[in-house]
């Protein structure tokens, strides 16, 4: 492909591109074998944004991630988790 677009200069963008690609190429298919996406990312970005909400008036950080963790962590379902065994 890279052969293909070399001699082309409107297709200099593409053998970038395909530079890059072939750069990172290692990430992007462990991307497309974990089936994980950005809003994952989001979603914890949302549980922080909460925890610093709530968070407010604490004097240091480790009151801060403690917060975070309380939030995060599924205690909420641990009393399922023991009825069903």
Do not use: C
């Not at 990172?24 to 991307?31: D, L, T």
């Amino acid at each position: 492909m890279r052969e293909a677009i070399t001699d082309q200069p409107l297709l200099k963008p593409m053998a970038k591109t395909l530079t890059t690609l072939q750069r990172h190429a290692e990430q992007v298919v462990r991307r497309w074998i974990s089936r994980l996406t950005n809003a994952r990312l989001e979603g914890m970005n949302g549980l922080f944004q909460a925890a610093r909400s709530r968070a407010r008036g604490y004097r240091n950080e480790a009151n801060f991630i403690a917060m975070i963790t309380l939030i995060g962590s599924p205690v909420g379902s641990l009393p399922n988790q023991v009825r069903s065994t």
